[in-house]
């Protein structure tokens, strides 16, 4: 049955979190073969090194379920190196479908510690300690793969950084059909924005609301056309989704992250991720008497965050290219 948690109150309204999938039993797989949480297969012939990241928030758990039926089902590279990795596994341990939102991170958020300053420097946590583990492993990958689902409505997509790459990539793989090319929060660096990632090709994939079968379904479908356009798996292992019906995809540049200012920072209506605002200079927020508007027509949301603290993300503006 699925398990409804106590309503988020956003800027707009209440959203009712129901867990609609299960947490995949990670016990036999929490060693790793490289790291504690990392395994990592070679093959004989040569290729690129790509990795798979689940797990990067603790309650994300749709990728975790991916990634657990890929390594139950023995699936191995035919060339180059697969690699798939369970990253915040002490938040992960403490997932509470009743509480769903809790356990995103323990001491701080894991996708916002990913330059050289903050990982070389002197502060302290826990998600601290398990980056800095992981970042020799990261720094010998060529094509990474982060996946991610959303708390707030909006349709799927994939974030490349300012990697041409990354988007180059991504608008091949086509699922999601959307692609946005962005600078990361003022909060810290993502993943995908670490140096050496940062130049190579780096995806993160939001592939839906958080706790649904559906968004499960997209990381499977976005993950095979990756395993399959990188060369690493074969093509037809039973294992990969099928491939998707051809769509068109659409590269989206950012053009405008705001962050909000104040704790009175509110949309003025619900906006889903993924809506277009027809015309420049429409009001979208206020952020406690300061509006925010549409800086130019066809102004793509890009994942707008209906309850948002001071410096955090609020929402971001994009215009669609090519």
């Known amino acids: 049955m699925p398990r409804t948690s106590p309503p988020v109150q956003g800027g707009s309204g209440l959203l009712r979190l129901e867990v609609q999938i299960a947490a995949p ?26 990795a798979v990241v689940a797990l990067m928030h603790g309650n994300e758990i749709a ?6 039926r890929w390594l139950r089902a023995g699936l191995r590279p035919v060339r180059g190196r697969l690699s798939l990795v369970f990253a915040n596994v002490d938040a992960y341990a ?37 980056a800095r583990v992981l970042r020799p492993f990261f720094d010998d990958v060529d094509i990474l793969f982060d996946l991610h689902s959303m708390l707030w ?5 994939m974030l490349v950084g300012r990697s041409a790459r990354a988007a180059e990539l991504a608008l091949g793989l086509g699922v999601p059909p959307l692609v946005v090319s962005d600078q990361g929060h ?13 130049r190579r090709a780096a995806i993160l994939v939001e592939a839906g609301s958080h706790w649904e079968t559906a968004t499960i379904a997209t990381m499977e479908a976005s993950g095979a056309a990756l395993l399959r356009a990188s060369g690493v798996v074969a093509p037809e292992h039973p294992v990969l989704a099928p491939p998707a019906a051809p ?20 949309f003025v209506q619900a906006f889903r991720g993924g809506e277009v605002v027809k015309r420049r200079n429409t009001l979208i927020a206020l952020d ?35």
């Open 288 to 322: 406690g008497e300061a509006e925010i508007r549409s800086p130019h027509d066809d102004c793509l949301l890009v994942m707008p965050s209906l309850r948002t603290m001071p410096g955090q993300t609020a929402v971001r503006l994009a215009r669609f290219v090519g």
């Open 94 to 130: 403490r997932f509470d479908p009743a509480d769903p939102t809790a356990s995103r991170f323990l001491d701080e958020d894991m996708n916002r510690l990913w330059d050289e300053e903050t990982l070389e420097g002197g502060r302290r946590s826990t998600e601290l300690r398990r």
């Open 153 to 157: 409505p909006s349709d799927p997509l």
């Open 63 to 68: 990728g975790a379920v991916v990634l657990d």
């Open 247 to 266: 769509a068109k995809p659409r590269l989206a540049e950012v053009t405008r992250t705001v962050a909000a200012r104040t704790s009175a920072f509110a």
């Open 186 to 198: 003022a909060s810290g660096r993502r993943l995908i924005d670490y140096g050496p990632l940062s």
């Open 25 to 50: 039993d990670l016990r036999p797989f929490l060693g790793g073969n490289a790291l504690p949480g990392v395994w990592s297969f070679a093959a004989e012939a040569p290729g690129p090194h790509v």
